[in-house]
Nanobody, 122 residues
Framework: QVQLVESGGGMVQPGGSLRLSCSAS????????MRWYRQTPGNQRELVAQ???????NYVESVKGRFTISRDNAKNTVDLQMNSLKPEDTAVYYC????????????????WGQGTLVTVSS
């Protein structure tokens, strides 16, 4: 099994910054794309940013220019640097990874972290 563990959430004032980190662990796996989603009560989970194994990034329009996703393939980690935070960025942020695992036969899984709360408020 592959597990994702997030860290770095918390409370920050508008205009402030936070850095979220996510680390993958397990046996016999290869990570493809890594993503950050966010979710607020009563709403669907929203894809915030994605980074492929080759380093190509994509962002939802509302965070472009403020958030930066990065990954370290050697360490199996993905970070989300969030600057100029706004109250509307308040949400639970989830790390997600498309992972190839094997116990003889390779198969692809979607793995989720437990979520970390980001609160932007004065």
């Amino acid at each position: 099994q592959v597990q994702l563990v997030e860290s770095g959430g918390g409370m920050v004032q508008p205009g402030g910054s936070l850095r979220l980190s996510c680390s993958a662990s397990g046996r016999a796996f290869i990570i493809d794309a890594m993503r950050w989603y966010r979710q607020t009560p009563g709403n669907q989970r929203e894809l915030v940013a994605q980074i492929t194994s080759g380093g190509t990034t994509n962002y939802v329009e509302s965070v472009k220019g403020r958030f930066t996703i990065s990954r370290d393939n050697a360490k199996n980690t993905v970070d989300l640097q969030m600057n100029s935070l706004k109250p509307e960025d308040t949400a639970v942020y989830y790390c997600n990874a498309a992972v190839f695992v094997t116990s003889g036969v390779w198969r692809k899984l979607e793995v989720w972290g437990q979520g970390t709360l980001v609160t932007v408020s004065s």
